[in-house]
């Protein structure tokens, strides 16, 4: 498969961290590269594995660096969580939030009630996300509340995130010891689970070519791959050309940073509807 005919998609879904930024800093050239994508007719979802902050949240960092998203048009782990719980066999409507304020109010809105501080011992579910309040009152209520027999869901398992003066502790981290003080083992929706590609792949039903985009081998790519999905790693984040060396997952395409990715999208674009014309 030529590198051209390789990336002739319709449809991308795109990670955030270390894809269209590393931190508070935009990568350069991402913001042309998604206008450049969208002029040649390509859809986009954005996702992101981070669950601190909520959609409405992330379009307005989005548009912080000149990029314009939609809510509707950005998957949170916060937001899969609120689709998955309160849905028609879903396990409850009541649920005890470890979390940020943004992740709290994503449920809310699904529609599911909070309940806070010790009333949280009687909910039907545990979420969990990383914040930075995180407590031992909380581990323990929401220790409690699973021992009780409420369900419990994670935002992701990622261990830790980059950032400038080194790792901080991510949702698994703190996934980790809920599951430790409750003995038990959480629904995770975070990629590389496919809940998240399904949701963005289900709002994009006119595309038939869609691939995910990502700096992580194991969430974008892994996940991607199990989710039936062709797969782009760029070179702006966690994984290295190194980590391409051993036999672990394989991208289908392996481009620098967004914006080879968009020249390479563009040509082939183009190439494909001159062949169409020259066939019509
Ligand atoms: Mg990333």
């Keep these: 498969m030529s590198a051209e005919k390789g990336v002739d998609f319709d449809g991308l879904l795109v990670d955030l ?12 050239g991402a913001s042309e590269a998604v206008q450049e994508l969208r002029d040649r007719g390509v859809a986009l979802m954005f996702l992101t594995n981070d669950p601190t902050g909520s959609r409405t949240e992330y379009a307005a960092r989005l548009a912080g660096v000149g990029v314009v998203a939609t809510r509707s048009e950005i998957v949170t782990s916060g937001s899969a969580l609120a689709s ?3 849905n028609p066999e879903g396990v409850g409507s009541t649920v005890f939030v470890v979390g940020s304020s943004s ?3 994503e449920l809310a809105e699904a529609g599911l009630t909070l309940l806070d501080n010790d009333r949280g011992r009687d909910a039907d579910v545990v979420a969990v996300g ?9 581990l323990r209520v929401a220790a409690q509340a699973v021992r009780r027999g409420a369900t419990l869901y994670g935002a ?8 400038p003066d080194g790792p901080w502790p991510a949702t698994g981290s703190i996934l980790a010891a809920v599951e430790t003080a409750a003995g038990a083992t959480a629904v995770v929706v975070g990629k590389p689970e496919p809940l998240m590609f399904d949701l963005a792949r289900s709002a994009l039903p006119h595309c038939s070519r869609l691939a995910t985009v990502g700096d992580d081998l194991r969430s974008d790519i892994a996940g991607g791959r199990r989710a039936g999905l062709a797969t782009i790693l760029v070179l702006t984040g966690t994984s ?4 391409l060396e051993g036999d672990g997952e394989q991208p289908d395409v ?6 080879e990715l968009a020249r390479l999208c ?6 494909q509807r001159a062949q169409d014309r020259r066939n019509a």
């Design 17 to 28: 961290d270390g894809v269209v930024w590393v931190g508070d800093r935009a990568l350069p």
């Design 84 to 86: 998955v719980i309160p």
């Design 103 to 105: 992740l709290k109010a």
């Design 130 to 138: 990383a914040h930075s309040g995180f407590d031992y009152d909380e």
């Design 156 to 163: 992701g398992r990622d261990a830790t995130f980059p950032m």
């Design 240 to 243: 290295t050309r190194r980590d």
């Design 254 to 259: 392996v481009v620098e940073d967004l914006a």
């Design 266 to 271: 563009a040509t082939a674009r183009d190439r």
